[in-house]
Structure formats: C-alpha cells, structure tokens
C-alpha cells in the first residue's frame, strides 16, 4: 500500500472521528452558530429599517440583501473556533500522545480535523442561508454559475480560516485559551464590511476594514449573489484566502511535529 494511500485511509479515519464527535456533542457548535443567527436577526427586526433608510435603501429587504452574505462569511469564522477548542482538547487530553505511538499517518490527525471542520462550515453556512432565506433574502439574477463560484469562495475561505483556527488550538495550553485565541475569527467580521458599507465608517478606519480579509471575501459574495461590482476584491480574496492557508498549514505542521516537552 503506498504512502498516499495510507494517508488517505488515515485521513479518512479521523475525519470520521471528528464528525462523531461532532455529532455526540453537537453543543459547542450550536451556540458558535447562534452568534451569526441571532445578529441577523437582530439587524433584520431590530435595525434593518434604519439600517436600510441610512444606506440610502428603499426596504428592509434591501438591507436583508446587504446583510446575509456577510453573515454567511461570519458563520464560517465562528464556526472554525470551534475547531481550535476540538484541536486543543485533543492535545490536552492525551489522546495525540496516544495517536503518535501508533502506525498511523501522522499528518491524517490535523487533515482530518480540517476537513471535518469545512464540512461542518459549510453546512453552517447553509442553515444560516436558510434562515436568509426564510426572512426575505432573494438572489435572483445569479447564474447557476456564480452560485457555484460562490460555493466554492465559501469552502476556499473556509478551508483558510480552518486551518489557522488548528494553529490556534495547537499552540493553546487548553479548550479556553483555544476559544480566547480564537475570537478575532469572530471579531473581524464585525469591523468589515458585513454590516455597513466600508465609506460610511470614519476615514481613518476604511483602510483597516477594507484590506482585511472578510471585506474583500464579503464584496465578492455580494457580487456574485446580487450582482453589485465585485472589482479587485476577488483577486484580494483569493489572496487572503491562499495566504491564510499556507501560513496556517505550515504553522500547524511545525507545531504539530514539535517534540512533546
């Protein structure tokens, strides 16, 4: 059996793991989840007339369309901090020591909990569509194609976020420092453009919440749901999105193949 093999089947084995868990104890997910559900429906019921009005909107079913994409990126950053805390429970708990004394690829561990977790993402994100969609949320002029663009700009920054949340976990002493590490993956979204739009913010913040990397990601998903200008913000994403993977699977590599103390 070769090498590629192995890792496959082993992959495939703790990937299955995880899902279990994930499964069995549904709650660490569930309350990361209610975070982007309760805000959009908070901004929706709450504020979404005076959201809208300020936007220079017409309805609240404006402001719905302006809202649910960010959400949606949202979703998947509260999402992978559930990722850390499951990394670094691993950790703590032993159960890694135990998997580095056995023949078992040793790269499936941290593969598996990545792949597990964009799964997870992902169906996130399509409850939190659902709900979009529930409250008046339409994307009418989308293609078939820009959906599936979309889908895949979801599971790219999923698969990003994901694995700097396993970094996070693996440099983490415990389940709540994982959690703490963890919350700019929430933070963020809450100064990009997920809620209003980046020129309405005072001037010396637009930069700061233009070029990090949920705005760019957020214009993108606009343009290809609802048709608004996406310009150099799919080029930005794709780079964020690159640059996160790569610095975060490198990270969690080294961290992951240090020699236990």
């Known amino acids: 059996m070769s090498t590629l093999t192995l890792a496959a089947r082993d992959t495939t084995t703790m990937l299955r793991r995880n899902l279990l868990h994930a499964r069995r104890y549904p709650s660490l997910t569930l ?8 805000l959009l429906l908070l901004f929706v019921y709450v504020f979404g007339d005076t959201m809208s009005a300020g936007m220079g909107g017409t309805s609240r079913a404006d402001y ?4 649910v994409p960010g959400l949606l990126l949202m979703t998947i950053g509260s999402t992978t901090i559930g990722t850390a805390v499951s990394v670094s429970t691993d950790m703590s708990e ?11 690829h040793r790269g499936s561990v941290i593969t598996g909990h990545v792949i597990g977790s964009v799964i997870q993402s992902v169906a996130s994100v399509l409850l939190v569509g659902a709900v979009g969609l529930a409250i008046g949320f339409r994307s009418t002029d989308a293609t078939w194609i820009e959906w599936l663009a979309a889908l895949g700009l979801l599971i790219l920054f999923a698969t990003a976020l994901t694995w700097i949340a396993v970094g996070m976990g693996l440099v983490s002493p415990n389940a709540e420092a994982a959690s703490n590490n963890a919350m700019p993956l929430i933070f963020l979204p809450l100064i990009s453009s997920a809620f209003v739009p980046v020129d309405q913010m005072p001037g010396w913040f637009q930069p700061i919440a233009q070029y990090q990397p949920f705005t760019p990601a957020i214009e993108t998903l606009r343009g290809l749901l609802l048709g608004t200008e996406i310009g150099p913000n799919g080029w930005l994403t794709l780079a964020w999105s690159l640059a996160l993977t790569t610095l975060g699977y490198f990270w969690s590599k080294s961290l992951f193949n240090r020699d236990p103390k």
Do not use: D, H, K, S
């Open 31 to 38: 309350n990361l989840l209610l975070t982007p559900v309760m």
């Open 64 to 67: 719905i369309a302006y809202l």
């Open 94 to 104: 032993g159960i890694i020591a135990r998997f580095r004394t056995m023949a078992i």
